[in-house]
């Protein structure tokens, strides 16, 4: 199972096609809190530690964008047709960016 349960897949995807961004903000708070801990905790680490490649943009090229698409669909990912999953691509690394984005809001201590 990928670090973003297949259970909460598809409101993470629905979370990040919200146009009002405080809206999309309070719902991925939501989200971020049921997470079982583990997965949480994890992914508050992965998220920082992202956070800190972004910073050296300029020598590593790894963009917020990038790395989403990168690490989008291993993070990311539902149960089922793989030929389905190929549509989704777009939505997992919108997450993945989202998540990076506002990591900081999402994962207050």
Known sequence: EPLFPF???????????ITDAEERLERAKELVNKLPRNN??????????????????HVNRMTVQSLSIVFGPTL????????AMACLTVYQSQVVEMVLNDC??????
């Open 104 to 109: 900081d809001v999402l994962f207050t201590e």
């Open 40 to 57: 949480h905790d994890t992914i508050c680490v992965l998220f920082r530690h992202f956070q800190r490649v972004v910073e050296h943009t």
């Open 76 to 83: 990311l990912r539902t149960e089922g047709d793989p030929l």
């Open 7 to 17: 259970c909460i897949y598809d409101d993470f995807i629905t979370c990040v096609k």
